[in-house]
Antibody, heavy 118, light 107 residues
């Protein structure tokens, strides 16, 4: 059974750095063709892809947010970590992680709501 | 970046109805279109891959069609448990992009 779960702070202040962890089970991020990505959805708005990391440590970032994002993996812990710098109230959203198989997302986490407010 | 235009944003259906949700891409994406179902507080469920292929375990009342720029998710004989938020995703080019989503209500 494949599961993913997002964890991190529910509230961050403007200008702070957000660190989110995706902990997964049921698959390995060292398997060829597998990736894990981060996606967010602001309240009432559409989903937006943020970043993804592949089994071979290839990393891709949303062009519009690239300067603020870093994605890393810890294969031994089955975790993928996303950091986003200089948080702003417009970054308030539910943040999701998802597994990708050959570039196609198949399994998703339930998401974690992050509010940016002073 | 490929823009996906999904419609309608909301629809209300009666059990047994046939429901169609459209997703139009701003450029040719071959069949690199997926559809997902999401209920509040739950993880999204993968229901259609590569535009037309039903994901194993998904009821056959769900189907997908289309290629290139125009895609449709169809739910035949809709059931009360199908009340959810549905969204499309293209993975033909990076970054993957999403439709705006459709909330389906069952009367």
């Amino acid at each position: 059974q494949i599961t993913l779960k997002e964890s991190g702070p529910t509230l961050v202040k403007p200008t702070q750095t957000l660190t989110l962890t995706c902990t997964f089970s049921g698959f390995s991020l060292s398997t060829s063709g597998v990736g894990v990505g981060w996606i967010r959805q602001p309240p009432g708005k559409a989903l937006e892809w943020l970043a993804l990391i592949y089994w071979d440590d290839d990393k891709r970032y949303s062009p519009s947010l690239k300067s603020r994002l870093t994605i890393t993996k810890d294969t031994s812990k089955n975790q993928v970590v996303l950091t986003m710098t200089n948080m702003d109230p417009v970054d308030t959203a539910t943040y999701y992680c998802a597994r990708l198989l050959l570039d196609s997302p198949d399994y998703w986490g339930q998401g974690t709501l992050v509010t940016v407010s002073s | 970046e490929t823009t996906l235009t999904q419609s309608p944003a909301f629809m209300s259906a009666t059990p047994g109805d046939k429901v169609n949700i459209s997703c139009k891409a701003s450029q040719d994406i071959d069949d690199d279109m997926n559809w997902y179902q999401q209920k509040p507080g739950e993880a999204a469920i993968f229901i259609i891959q590569e535009a037309t292929t039903l994901v194993p375990g998904i009821p056959p009342r769900f189907s997908g069609s289309g290629y290139g720029t125009d895609f449709t998710l169809t739910i035949n004989n809709i059931e009360s448990e199908d009340a959810a938020y549905y969204f499309c995703l293209q993975h033909d080019n990076f970054p993957p992009t999403f439709g705006q989503g459709t909330k389906v209500e069952i009367k």
